[in-house]
């Protein structure tokens, strides 16, 4: 963001804090009951909220005996939607907040009354543009489901299909942006007070949280998660995700395919289904989310998990998504690998790479508590017997201690293998997580190594080469013209000239030997598995060859 867009953006935040002041005295009286009033007390408050007002409305809670974490939760359940929300994404986030606090958060629900009939139909006759009956055969007004940011209706398209109908409740975006603009001004303000809750990074969680939610509250983004997950699973038996009717789908208003069943708890409870087989195939899908799609469901809890009668595994509520790049995805398979081997050194190497550093890290200390964590969960056990889910957590617990932040989506991909894992263990204790990763792992392994992306990645790493040798002349004259004008200065030894000349005739003759070496390859490709064989294998065996000269020539040392 521009340096203007950051000061519209932050006039914008005080003036809806001054606006929304009585909302900031409801969310400050509702600390001060649950025991945050010395926080509030340090802070600088706006003129219009002084603190002995504050005092003289509230009325605390016999809440002594509790823990912090405890009144908090308590705390945020009052305060409503928006800070229901937050705590529960701060939940998946192990590396930021203790395991006190995502215990407590765990446990957040939505627990709001459903809205009115007619504010519902109004809310889709302006989306959709024109009345009910136009775009629909049939729509109960009684809502099936009710959660803080929409409610869900069953309805049937003019054709007879039927649908689900997710609206979202009325005055809530511009609630929640309220209370984001308030959060954002807390966070500030206590950082500012207190200065070792700048280590939290109070107003980054805060900030990621507004992107998250701001995706949460435009439904055609949601749309284009389950068409993305239904076109990824398509054919693929035992599993569904509801289809999008895009035509009908509003920022406010979404309409998919109805999916009858029952939650998967309810489901293996009934003694209906097979636990083994509802937990493999939930592994199975996270799986291949991760390994293969690199796009995966972020709020995989059961309450998103449906059984539908014929024993197929429906995944609803795909609003919150996260994506892997192939790095990352690189990264996750190497885990698995090294788990797999026992290899505790890659093992924090990886983890290492992973975190965001916000200060020095002492890499040994690191290592030796990632091999504690090893030797807790992975040493002396069989495959089948690794909790996949409890080692990352206690591993999330130790980056905390040397203030290592995990990127967002890595957090979430952690939180659907601990939820996965639990869950698939609760309904089969012998769920083997570590063989369901296994066919995905290889599969990721073949397609990393095979000749053709071998090829690619040399191509690219030659085109990344012939770039920077090309951008050189234009570099050495810029540098010969700041030395001209004076802006650059700095010291020659005339009799190190015989070095840098030999490390241009090197590099330019390692620029022809790749050229050519990638030329070998791509004909190598092109008559791999064709007759006669030999001649394809002897192709790849003198490109093997080439790379590695290339290679010793880049480590040899110029003399």
């Known amino acids: 963001m521009s340096a203007i867009g950051k000061v519209v953006t932050n006039l914008r935040r005080g003036q809806a804090l001054i606006k929304d002041v009585g909302r900031f005295r409801d969310i400050s009286v509702v600390l001060i009951n649950y025991g945050f009033g010395e926080v ?134 511009e609630k929640i942006e309220s209370d984001i603009n308030i959060l954002y001004f807390l966070a500030r303000s206590v950082e500012k007070a207190i200065p070792e809750a700048q280590l939290a990074d109070l107003t980054g969680i805060i900030n990621e949280f507004d992107r998250a939610i701001s995706r949460e509250l ?57 636990g083994a087989q509802i937990a493999q195939t939930l592994a199975d899908v996270v799986f291949r989310m991760l390994l293969r799609d690199g796009f995966f469901h972020g709020d995989l809890h059961p309450g998103n998990v449906l059984i539908e009668p014929n024993g197929t595994v429906a995944i609803l509520d795909c609003g919150m998504a996260g994506r892997l790049t192939p790095l990352m995805k690189d990264r996750v398979i190497d885990m698995l690998m090294a788990m797999s ?95 369901q990763a296994r066919p995905y792992v290889e599969e990721a392994l073949r397609q990393r190594y095979a000749p053709e992306k071998i090829t690619r990645d040399l191509l690219q790493s030659i085109e990344s080469l012939n770039r920077l040798l090309r951008m050189a002349p234009r570099t050495g004259r810029e540098i010969l013209a700041g030395i001209e004008n004076g802006r650059v200065k700095f010291g020659v030894e005339l009799d190190r000239l015989d070095l840098l000349a030999e490390s241009l005739k090197r590099q330019a003759n390692l620029q022809s030997a790749g050229m050519m070496t990638a030329g070998l390859a791509i004909a190598s490709a092109l008559i791999h598995g064709k007759d006669p064989a030999w001649l394809g294998n002897l192709g790849w065996i003198l490109t093997a060859a080439a790379v590695g000269w290339i290679i010793l020539q880049i480590l040899r040392p110029v003399k």
């Not at 809670?61 to 929300?85: M, N, W």
């Not at 997950?229 to 406010?252: I, M």
């Not at 990886?350 to 990632?370: C, S």
């Not at 996965?420 to 263990?425: A, F, N, Q, R, T």
Request: hydrophobic share 40%.
């Open 40 to 173: 509030l007390r340090r802070i600088e408050l706006p003129e219009a909220v002084p603190f002995s007002g504050l005092l003289e409305k509230a009325k605390p809670k016999d809440v002594a005996r509790l823990s912090t974490a405890e009144r908090l939760f308590l705390a945020i359940q009052e305060l409503g939607p928006t800070f229901v929300k937050l705590g529960q994404i701060l939940s998946t986030r192990e590396d930021l907040i203790p395991p006190e606090y995502v215990e407590q958060f765990s446990k957040l629900q939505d627990q709001v009354s459903s809205f009115s009939w007619e504010e519902a139909r109004q809310r889709v006759e302006n989306a959709l543009g024109g009345p009910i009956e136009a775009h629909f055969g049939s729509f109960q007004e009684q809502p099936i489901a009710s959660a803080s940011i929409a409610q869900v209706h069953r309805a049937t398209l003019k054709d007879g299909t039927p649908v689900a109908v997710k609206v979202m409740r009325p005055g809530i975006r």
């Open 218 to 274: 435009d439904f055609t983004i949601e749309a284009r998660n389950l068409s993305r997950f239904s076109g990824n699973f398509q054919g693929t038996p035992g599993v569904r995700f509801p289809k999008p009717f895009l035509d009908l789908c509003r920022p406010e208003v979404l309409v998919m395919e109805f999916i009858e069943g029952a939650k998967v708890t309810d489901a293996y409870a009934s003694g209906k289904f097979d």
């Open 341 to 435: 081997r026992q290899d505790w050194q890659r093992i924090a190497e990886i983890y290492y790479e992973i975190g965001v550093k916000t200060a020095p890290v002492p890499f040994d200390a690191f290592q030796a508590d990632v091999i504690d964590v090893m030797e807790e969960y992975l040493v002396n056990k069989r495959l089948d017997e690794v909790e996949i889910g409890a080692f990352f957590s206690k591993l999330i617990d130790g980056a905390v201690k040397y203030r290592l932040k995990m990127p967002p989506d890595y957090t979430m991909m952690f939180k659907a293998l601990m939820t996965v894992e639990g869950l698939g263990k609760t309904i089969y204790p012998d769920l083997d997580i570590i063989a």
